[in-house]
């Protein structure tokens, strides 16, 4: 079965607010509070450097129970799925050999009832093709809106981290998708899965109250 895994950019920039120049007579003014704001706020900038972490997402997935746990939800679905329409291919091969046996031996009454049965088999296989694209658009559909739920739950929560923490830009890593070294001390990875796991405890905790 295949893994999803959805890729987390958050990003919290710092903008220096600046209102839009008045023009008179062709000339452009500004006003000198609007002047001294731009400075201040470029000065700050230079002085402060950006506060930058980066999180492992394959790790964070890897032990993050919600995680773990949507994945086994969807899987069980998958196999149910696949049960159901092995049992339809099994009944398929089944009748077609009884078809073939029953036809050799000169089973059917007449014509017509030979056809009937080849018919009964040909709607068996075109139920069953149905069946297998229904499936599978419904699990595609399934892993989309679990994929949606995990990436706004994992966004939410660290933007709550974040509120404590003060990162101007926190990264996210897949394997090879663009990070390729960052500092042991800009990395948050087990911070953030204890955090998320925690929160996820602590919610299941609560949905078993009600």
Not at 20 to 34: E, H, L, R
Request: a neutral charge.
């Amino acid at each position: 079965m295949k893994k999803f895994i959805p890729i987390i950019a958050l990003a919290a920039l710092l903008f220096a607010g600046c209102t839009p120049s008045n023009k008179q007579n062709g000339s452009a003014t500004a006003s000198t509070s609007d002047s001294a704001a731009l400075a201040g706020n470029a000065q700050n900038a230079e002085a402060r450097p950006l506060k930058i972490a980066f999180v492992e997402m394959d790790s964070v997935l890897n032990n993050y129970e919600q995680y773990k746990e949507m994945n086994a939800q969807l899987e069980k679905r998958s196999i149910a799925g696949r049960n159901q329409l092995q049992s339809k291919v099994n009944a398929i091969q089944k009748a077609s050999q009884e078809f073939q046996q029953k036809l050799q031996s000169g089973g059917f009454v007449n014509q017509t009832a030979a056809e009937m049965e080849q018919n009964r088999i040909v709607k068996m296989q075109q139920d069953a093709q149905l069946l297998d694209q229904n499936l599978s658009e419904q699990y595609i559909k399934e892993q989309e809106s679990l994929n949606e739920k995990l990436y706004n739950t994992i966004q939410q929560e660290v933007e709550k981290m974040n509120k404590e923490w003060g990162y101007d830009l926190i990264l996210c890593n897949v394997k090879m998708s663009g990070l390729l070294y960052g500092k042991p001390e800009m990395d948050i990875t087990k911070e953030v899965t204890k955090r998320l796991n925690d929160a996820y405890a602590a919610s299941q905790k609560n949905t078993a109250k009600k």
